[in-house]
């Protein structure tokens, strides 16, 4: 029979995972194929995808591992001072910061300034000076979330293959 303990971890893995594939495919195609677009044609392209993106199955994902990683290192307390317990909080440390915090303080308020833009009448000008102040620090957070998603995946998986607990 399956631990709830185990079961946890494993949504863990899998909703990390599926967050660092969604933030390496930003980062990596995405962001760059839309780089290439004139100001408008960006701005709009990142509006159109950061509406589309807000869907159940995104919202299922992502909460599912701000959950999960958090509960981690409460169901694994009994492990402690098992080094796989440490490892679960610093990928707890690392999701949370990294992913969760970067997320709602960061690429959020940008989402949302891009979003409170009425792109039909903006000006070109306008446009320049709106993705000048978007696109950098947008690019940026989601490479840190990239990282520490992407981090968090790795820690997890080893948490599941080098622990006698699991």
């Not at 958090?70 to 440390?93: D, E, Q």
């Not at 970067?102 to 320049?128: M, Q, S, Y």
């Not at 968090?152 to 998986?157: E, G, S």
Request: charged share 15%; glycine share 4%.
């Amino acid at each position: 029979m399956i631990r709830i303990e185990t079961i946890i971890l494993m949504i863990a893995i899998v909703s990390t995972g599926g967050m660092t594939g969604i933030f390496f495919t930003w980062s990596n195609a995405v962001k760059p194929g839309i780089g290439k677009l004139t100001d408008l044609e960006y701005l709009k392209a990142l509006q159109s995808m950061n509406r589309v993106i807000l869907n159940t199955t995104f919202r299922i994902i992502f909460i599912s591992a701000v959950i999960a990683v958090a509960l981690l290192p409460i169901v694994y307390f009994k492990t402690y001072p098992n080094p796989m317990f440490w490892v679960l909080i610093i990928a707890f440390l690392i999701y949370w910061i990294g992913v969760f915090v970067v997320t709602f303080l960061g690429n959020i308020p940008l989402n949302r300034k891009l979003e409170d833009t009425d792109l039909v009448t903006i000006t070109a000008h306008n446009a320049k000076k709106l993705r000048t102040a978007i696109e950098a620090r947008w690019n940026y957070r989601n490479l840190v979330r990239t990282i520490s998603s992407s981090i968090t995946f790795l820690l997890l998986v080893i948490c599941f293959f080098k622990s006698k607990y699991f």
